[in-house]
């Protein structure tokens, strides 16, 4: 949008907020916890998914992304960054008409980069996927 030079900054509107709210953030680690040990699970390309019911009537997101990802910090940030973009806008689809889960997204290592629509893609399909899936952890894998 260009501004006249007789315009006031102060008379724009604000930009709107694009964060994903506090609400919709999972940040308890036992709670993080509790869904790896106990949730349905679903792999995609580059994103292991990992869901479980909560009572609250909407969903909320965690992503995990360690350094066996990327060593680079930034990498690292920019696929976090992506997920929650995606969780933000496709919310409702991810949900599916059935509100209150909570998700746990593990990066998984992949050579090379990938598209944000084929990001987004992988992360819906593994979604569908896990909601579908039985608890718990894969089978013959122990939990730490």
Known sequence: MQRDADTPAESLPPPPDLRL??????????????ILDRGQRAAGERVLLVALRNELGHA?????CGRRFDKRAVARNRWRRRIREI??????????????????????????????????????????????????????????
């Open 21 to 34: 709210p506090p609400e919709l953030r999972l940040r308890a680690g036992a709670r993080i916890r509790e």
């Open 87 to 144: 969780f933000r806008v496709r919310r409702s689809e991810l949900e599916g008409g059935d509100p209150g889960w909570d998700w746990v997204a593990v990066a998984l290592k992949r050579e090379g980069s990938i598209a944000f629509a084929r990001l987004s893609k992988d992360f819906l399909g593994a979604a569908a996927r896990a909601r579908r899936a039985k608890p718990g952890p894969p089978p013959g894998r122990a939990r730490r």
């Open 60 to 64: 909320r997101l965690a992503c995990v």
